[in-house]
């Protein structure tokens, strides 16, 4: 029997020979075993059934049955007790043995047990009523895995059911962190709006919320939509039960609380903790770090947060945030353009470095935070390390406050070269690379961040490993690449051989080299720099920062037509690969054991390949229609119409199938920029059409014209 792509690898796996026939099986679970052992034999059983080997019954041993045995049912069988003295003192550490008459799945303690359970899920291949034989003796090498899901778009339209499902999918791959951001705020983006996300309610306090409204063209239905609401989770007021959920599954939920910088939400509300400038008038951006009142507000929001959902269900993890805290321009929505600092000059702080100024909020807020029973206080490096903050000095006056311990820093970086832990600090340490956040953007293989940040983080000692994102099913693979490494930093090969091992779980029986399609998408999207620069400047995102969301697409059409960027030769060769990449993994769709997924990834070839595709017809039609109009010539302007309709065909088509593919939570921000460069190409073919139909009547086509030259 092949050997069944696993993930995360195992530490130890030896493939026997034998195989174990599912049918007839029984799993057997001690009475009374702990919630985690009951999950694990449920899952068991459920993969049996779904391999098409009947129902496998839980309960004791039974004569004449296969037994499997689950957690302390396993306890006391020799061959088990041999596995066990093997594994490292940890609690989700856990050995498999399976052979033809029988299973026994066991871990150090019951996540342990868990676990074992979700790797023989995935050697239970559906329609294969057997599995192969083996050992396997396993165990994590950072001791926390997660990701953590940003406060934006998507993740503010997700339901119960669908933080449930990230759960469940997250367990599935032996995570157990799950950071959320529950407030965070950017600067003026859509219609010169300032970009703010408060995912919880403070019942004391109903002014503080972010009501939001997505307009965006439904292709499906043919028609413009516009979506105001709050954040689900906020207006349901859900959170604790996903702290809850997320227990059940090992996973722990951590509240991502940012600050001083990313908050303009607060210091609008409440401007007598805002940030003064030299006047003494509110920024309405950062906080008054000498102000007695700033600390009274934001401990009463976290404590509401503790009280509410962390303390009911045994969580002592808190994020304070702490990144990026500089001057930044649209905080001031009736001047955009004006530079904001987030630090004070009233004359209380005037007179303090914003170094000594943030060391006393550290601390204070640690101190706080700890007494109030919160024992993992994250908190990300970069501003600190960039202030030069980061010193023995520092480290010294954490210890002196009793606290050091329970400091965890976040170091990040999303792009090259990747960041490495300073452990030389004696602080608690976390990697946390890029996942995937820019899910309304093209697609991004961020392996290449993960991999060697997990790589450099485990070398120097660093106990977590989790990475920044929104939820997109999308972006599996980054989701893989670190659910493989931060587990198993020995066995599981260099990246290649993750990326080889991946696409022979997706693709296996395709019938073609299962590799090509993913090496063709990652020829096209492997490139940070290129993705978020010369790819994404064709959807309207990074144009909303400044002015230039007025006159998008114009100025992108304009640098396209006199190939300013010198960059067409790039998008044609983008365009080719992901043209193969998308017929490969349509073609192996019928043989994939999730052919959603693989639509996922047909999407994101489509998504780019009908986007450029606008631009070639608008440039096309273009060139066309200003000749028609310097010759008063109606064939052209006729020629100029059908290019024009054809490219917004398929790009309509493109969103209709987003609607089909993509999770309904990220769809009106998805569909939402590509409705800007959908609105205008509409634009100019009702303009051209209409130049048709009045014959040298051009004022209009001609002005638009000049727009686009």
């Known amino acids: 029997m092949e050997a069944i792509p696993v993930f995360p690898m195992p530490q130890r796996i030896e493939w026997t020979g034998e195989e174990l026939a599912l049918d007839e099986c029984r799993v057997v679970l001690r009475e009374g075993a702990p919630q985690l052992e009951a999950l694990a034999a449920s899952i068991v059983a459920r993969a049996i059934a779904a391999a098409g080997a009947g129902e496998a019954p839980i309960g004791p ?6 037994n499997i045995y689950v957690g302390r049912a396993a306890q006391g069988l020799p061959a088990v007790c041999q596995a066990l ?9 856990y050995c498999i043995l399976v052979g033809a008459q029988g299973a026994a799945l066991v871990g150090r303690g019951p996540a342990g047990t868990f676990y074992a359970a979700q790797t023989f899920r995935q050697l239970v291949v559906p329609g294969r009523a057997s599995v192969p034989g083996l050992r396997i003796v396993d165990w994590p090498d950072f001791r926390y895995r997660g990701l953590y899901i940003e406060s934006k778009w998507g993740p503010d339209l997700m339901s119960l059911e669908d933080w449930r499902e990230l759960i469940d999918y997250m367990a599935g791959l032996k995570m157990n962190s799950l950071g959320v951001g529950v407030y965070c705020c950017w600067c003026v983006q859509y219609e010169g709006r300032r970009t703010e996300f408060l995912m919880v309610p403070f019942p004391d306090r109903p002014q503080l919320q972010t009501p939001k409204t997505i307009r965006y063209y439904s292709a499906k239905q043919g028609e413009w939509k516009a979506l105001t609401y709050l954040p689900r989770m906020f207006a349901e007021d859900f959170f604790g039960e996903v702290v809850a959920y997320a227990k059940s599954r090992n996973v722990t939920v951590r509240p991502h609380f940012n600050g001083p910088g990313h908050t303009t939400l607060i210091p609008h509300v409440y401007p007598e903790v805002s940030a003064k400038d030299e006047a003494g008038r509110p920024t309405g951006y950062g906080y008054c770090l000498s102000n007695p009142r700033t600390y009274e507000l934001l401990y009463s929001l ?5 009280e509410r959902y962390l303390r009911p269900h045994g969580v002592d993890w808190f994020h304070m945030g702490l990144d990026e805290i500089y001057p930044v321009r649209g905080v001031d929505e009736e001047n955009p353009e004006a530079e904001v600092s987030p630090w004070c ?4 702080c005037r007179g303090r470095s914003p170094e000594e100024l943030l060391s006393e909020y550290v601390l204070k807020a640690v101190g706080h935070l700890a007494a109030k029973g919160m024992n993992h206080i994250t908190m990300w490096n970069d501003h600190l390390e960039r202030s030069g903050m980061l010193t023995p000095a520092f480290v010294q006056a954490l210890e002196r406050a009793g606290v050091k311990e329970k400091v965890v820093l976040q170091w990040w970086r999303y792009n090259e070269p990747v960041l490495v832990p300073k452990a030389e600090l004696g602080l608690r340490a976390w990697t946390t690379p890029m996942a995937g956040y820019w899910f309304w953007l093209f697609y991004e293989d961020l392996t290449a961040n993960i991999y060697p940040h997990l790589q450099l983080a485990h070398r120097v000692g660093a106990e977590g490993a989790d990475a920044y994102c929104t939820f997109d099913p999308a972006f599996d693979r ?6 493989e490494y931060a587990w198993n930093q020995s066995s599981s090969g260099d990246l290649y051989q993750f990326k080889s091992r991946y696409a022979q779980k997706l693709l296996g029986k395709a019938g073609f080299d299962a590799a090509e399609p993913f ?7 492997g490139s940070i720099p290129v993705v978020r620069g010369l790819l994404d400047v064709l959807l309207y995102y990074w144009h909303t920062y400044s002015r230039a969301r007025e006159i998008y697409p114009r100025n992108v059409l304009r640098a396209l037509r006199r190939d300013e960027l010198r960059a067409m030769a790039t998008y044609r060769g983008v365009k080719a690969n992901l043209e193969r990449a998308k017929a490969l993994f349509l073609a192996g769709r019928g043989q994939a054991p999730d052919a959603h997924l693989i639509d996922e990834y047909a999407f994101e070839c489509e998504r780019f390949l009908a986007a450029f ?4 017809a608008m440039i096309a039609a273009a060139e066309k229609a200003a000749n028609a109009v310097e010759q008063a010539d109606r064939q052209p302007l006729q020629e100029a119409a059908g290019t024009l309709r054809q490219g917004l065909q398929r790009l309509d088509s493109m969103m209709a199938l987003a609607e089909e593919v993509k999770r309904p939570y990220l769809l009106p921000q998805l569909l939402r920029d590509l409705s800007r460069l959908r609105g205008f190409m509409a634009e100019l073919t009702a303009a051209i059409e209409r130049g048709c139909a009045c014959a040298g009547e051009f004022a209009e086509l001609r002005a638009l014209l000049a727009e686009i030259r």
């Not at 595709?613 to 070639?616: L, S, V």
Request: hydrophobic share 30%; with cysteine; proline share 7%.
């Open 61 to 66: 041993a039974g004569e004449g049955s296969r």
């Open 85 to 93: 003295a093997e594994l490292p003192d940890n609690p989700e550490a």
């Open 302 to 306: 976290w404590d509401s947060i503790i």
């Open 345 to 348: 000059c009233c004359p209380d």
């Open 478 to 483: 980054n989701y893989h690449c670190l659910a």
């Open 519 to 525: 090496q063709k998408l990652d020829q096209a999207y």
């Open 613 to 616: 595709g606008a631009y070639e």
